[in-house]
T-cell receptor, first 110, second 114 residues
C-alpha cells in the first residue's frame, strides 16, 4: 500500500508565527494537491502542484513540490486564526485511486 | 450553487441495520467518490466511479456497495452496519478523473453505529 505521510500530526502555534507542514511518500507522485478542511465541512482545494521543484504562493501560503516528486511542503507566514484547520495532501500513485494523507491539524492561538 | 449534496447529515443505526447514504451533484461531473474519515487517518477511499455505469473499489470497500445509474447520483449502501463503520462519510466529485483535477466535497454524513 502506497502511503502519504504528513507531519506533524498536530501543530498549535501563536498568531503571527511561521510554520511548515510536510507531505512525504516513498513513491513518486504525478502531481499533488493541498486541501484545507474546517470543522463540519468537507475539504476545499488550496493548490495543485504538478512540476518537480515547483513553488506556488497563495497570499501567505507557500507550497513547494520536491525535486524528486516524492514530497511537498506548505509554509504559512504570519499565521492567523483563520488558518486553523486540517490540512490534507492528495495524490495518486499511477492508478485511479486518489489517496489522501493522514493530515496535519493546525490550531492558531490568538 | 448546490455543488455536492449529501443526505442525511447525521444518522444513528443499530448493528445489523442497513441504510443508504445519498450523494448528488449538479455540476455534470464524471468522477465521483466516497471517503470515510476517522481520527488520525485522513480520508480513506471506499468506492469510486469514473462515469455512469462504472464503479470500482477503493482502499476500504468491505461492507459497502455503490451504484452509478446516473451522472448526478452516487449512493453508498451499508449492507449490515457494524460499529467499525462509525465514521464521517464524504462524497466528492470532479469534472473528470485526474490527479490534477480539483475534487468538490459535500459537507459529510456523520454516522454512528450502536
Amino acid at each position: 500500500t502506497q502511503l502519504l505521510e504528513q507531519s506533524p500530526q498536530f501543530l498549535s502555534i501563536q498568531e503571527g508565527e511561521n510554520l511548515t507542514v510536510y507531505c512525504n511518500s516513498s513513491s513518486v507522485f504525478s502531481s499533488l494537491q493541498w486541501y484545507r478542511q474546517e470543522p463540519g465541512e468537507g475539504p476545499v482545494l488550496l493548490v495543485t502542484v504538478v512540476t518537480g521543484g515547483e513553488v506556488k504562493k497563495l497570499k501567505r501560503l507557500t507550497f513547494q513540490f520536491g525535486d524528486a516528486r516524492k514530497d511537498s511542503s506548505l509554509h504559512i507566514t504570519a499565521a492567523q486564526p483563520g488558518d486553523t484547520g486540517l490540512y490534507l495532501c492528495r495524490t495518486n500513485f499511477g492508478n485511479e485511486k486518489l489517496t489522501f494523507g493522514t493530515g496535519t491539524r493546525l490550531t492558531i492561538i490568538p | 450553487n448546490a455543488g455536492v449534496t449529501q443526505t442525511p447529515k447525521f444518522q444513528v443505526l443499530k448493528t445489523g441495520q442497513s441504510m443508504t447514504l445519498q450523494c448528488a451533484q449538479d455540476m455534470n461531473h464524471e468522477y465521483m467518490s466516497w471517503y470515510r474519515q476517522d481520527p488520525g487517518m485522513g480520508l480513506r477511499l471506499i468506492h469510486y466511479s469514473v462515469g455512469a455505469g462504472i464503479t470500482d473499489q477503493g482502499e476500504v470497500p468491505n461492507g459497502y456497495n455503490v451504484s452509478r445509474s446516473t451522472t448526478e447520483d452516487f449512493p453508498l449502501r451499508l449492507l449490515s452496519a457494524a460499529p467499525s463503520q462509525t465514521s464521517v462519510y464524504f462524497c466528492a466529485s470532479s469534472r473528470i478523473w485526474g490527479a490534477d483535477q480539483p475534487q468538490h466535497f459535500g459537507d459529510g454524513t456523520r454516522l454512528s453505529i450502536l
